[in-house]
């Protein structure tokens, strides 16, 4: 079958249309004609391989990775980088609007990634049958990886110094950091400050305001922004996350561990001394699944001034703040390439009390 790439869809797989079938084509992009075929059809849709690019876009470049195209870790290092940077902001507009039926988006720029290549301070790689590696392209089966582009130089000595052991099956994170906490830390150091600075940007401090800080992890944002704040809580439900918070608070931060959806309305309804009701900055930088009905409940009951929302899956990011929008007015939205080469978007929302 010939197709016309015409778009590339959240995952990164190209677009186009056969007879109106929408037909899905990884390692394609936008205005290519290429040859493909079919291995899955369904009702409204069809998934194929990619045979042959007929006519190339002038953003195809050559893969630097011998694994790319197998490995089922990277999906556009066929692409320029400039315009990897552009189909990831503008799918974040789409999502928008297709899920969260916005029709006037405040975007900005997209944060591109400092480093293209060699920018992970971890990667976790899988052990099995004498295996060590990734999962391959569409399939359960591994890759053999002896070295990870995406991963810094630290990294994969490291890696090469794990596959020089007979490990046993399983998964192994390999990391610079070699006492890792076991709790969640952004993989690009780079790009995590560029996050940070623009929540610094976008936070308004008030003498005597409060930071709310949902899903704070080992407290990220509340270590850095304490000092703008009379208070600080953070709320997490890994424990290993919230003793390390605790070990560098200051004297305004406290952190609870716990079901932030349990947790929150407490504290969104405490009045910290010398405050005024309403004068709540809150974080929200929940996993993929986005935040549960009873959250957005207590945000808009409670109503805090502003809401900064980290996402890292913009579907379910359009889907609750298209739910606070009976309380609270988009101001800004900015994507984040916090993973070059891949599908993966990380998004800043900021939103005030309408």
Known sequence: MQLTIQDIAFGGKGVGRSDGLAVFVPFTIPGETVEVELTRRKKNYAEAELV??????????????????????????????PAQLAIKARQVEQTLRRVGK????????????????????????????????????????????????????????????????????????VAERRNHGGYFEQTNDAVAREMLALVERLVAPTPGGRLVDAYCGAGFFSR????????????????????????????????????????????????????????TTLILDPPATGVTARVIDTLLAAAPREVIYVSCDPATLARDLALLRSGYRLESVTPLDMFAQTAEIEVVAHLRRL
């Open 224 to 279: 850095h922004l304490r000092d703008r704040f009379a208070t600080v809580v953070g709320i997490e439900e890994n424990e290993f996350a919230v003793a390390h918070a605790r070990s560098l608070a200051a004297p305004n931060e406290r952190y609870l561990a716990g079901d932030v959806a349990v947790h929150l309305p407490e504290v969104l309804g405490e009045q910290e001394e010398g405050g005024e009701p309403g004068e």
């Open 102 to 173: 916005f029709s006037e988006i405040p975007m900005r720029p997209i944060i591109a990634s400092p480093e293209e290549y060699g920018y992970r301070n971890r990667v976790r790689v899988h052990v099995a049958g004498g295996v060590t590696g990734f999962y391959a392209h569409g399939a359960n089966a591994l890759v053999d990886i002896e070295e990870c582009l995406l991963a810094s130089g630290e990294v994969n000595d490291r890696l090469t110094g794990l596959r020089s052991r007979l490990m046993p099956d399983g998964d192994y994170t």
């Open 52 to 81: 042959a690019v007929e006519t190339p876009s002038p953003d195809r470049v050559e893969p630097p990775c011998r694994y790319f195209g197998r490995c089922g870790g990277c999906a556009y290092q066929h692409i320029a980088y």
